[in-house]
């Protein structure tokens, strides 16, 4: 089995030039799936891989919803402005592994805001203008870190620093790094991808 790191480099390149599938009836992106299947068998071999998986590509600004290997949605998000890391207070997105520890926003509305992941009963203007106030709406997936001293514990605590994946009052933000540490989306999105995967997913965060 090729290296980790091997096979992550494969992963940029493919990210870079758009993966085809050899399989004609598969997503045209199955075949960049398949290598990132490779690569979280090597580099995490204690992991079940099978059912859901959350791979967030930052360099193209994309998360892929992976089932059983197969890719079956692709999303556009928003990372940190401030660029990766784990240290808390830093407002960056952390990388490696982690999974969805806990659920919030269950029949919440689209733009509806939440403040300590509990709905206010106030609904964000979807027209979004002046400044960004970072508003937290819709869902909330809270990532918790599987790595230590990377991801996990001390001060690099990715549920500690509350890392969530939730939606956005500003969706004119996504699709490029704007967010202060968590993974944006849209209010449609996010509800969407809620209703799909189960507490406990894993989430992996790449720099490609």
């Known amino acids: 089995m090729a290296r980790p790191a091997c096979i992550a480099l494969v992963l940029v390149a493919l990210v870079s030039l758009g993966a085809k599938s050899v399989q004609p009836d598969s997503h045209p992106k199955q075949g960049l799936i398949d290598l990132l299947m490779d690569y979280m068998a090597a580099r995490y071999p204690g992991q079940d891989l099978h059912g859901d998986l959350l791979y967030i590509s930052v360099q193209r600004q994309r998360l892929f919803h992976v089932r059983n290997g197969e890719l079956i949605a692709e999303f556009a ?7 990766l890391g784990s240290q808390q207070d830093t407002y960056r997105t952390p990388t490696g592994l982690h999974r969805v520890s806990e659920k919030f926003g269950d029949g919440v509305p689209p733009f509806g805001i939440l403040r300590d992941r509990e709905f206010t009963g106030q609904l964000a203007d979807p027209d979004f203008s002046g400044i ?43 699709g490029s790094p704007t967010s202060k540490g968590c993974i944006r989306m849209r209010n449609a999105d996010v ?14 965060v790449l720099d490609n």
């Open 77 to 83: 998000i928003a990372t940190a402005s401030n660029g």
């Open 132 to 174: 960004d106030k970072d508003w937290i709406t819709a869902r909330v997936l809270w990532l918790s870190g599987l790595e230590p001293g990377v991801n996990q514990g001390g001060e690099v605590d990715s549920h500690e620093r509350f890392i969530y994946i939730h939606g956005t009052a500003n969706e004119k933000s996504v």
């Open 191 to 204: 509800i969407d991808l809620y209703e799909q995967v189960p507490i406990g997913t894993l989430v992996v």
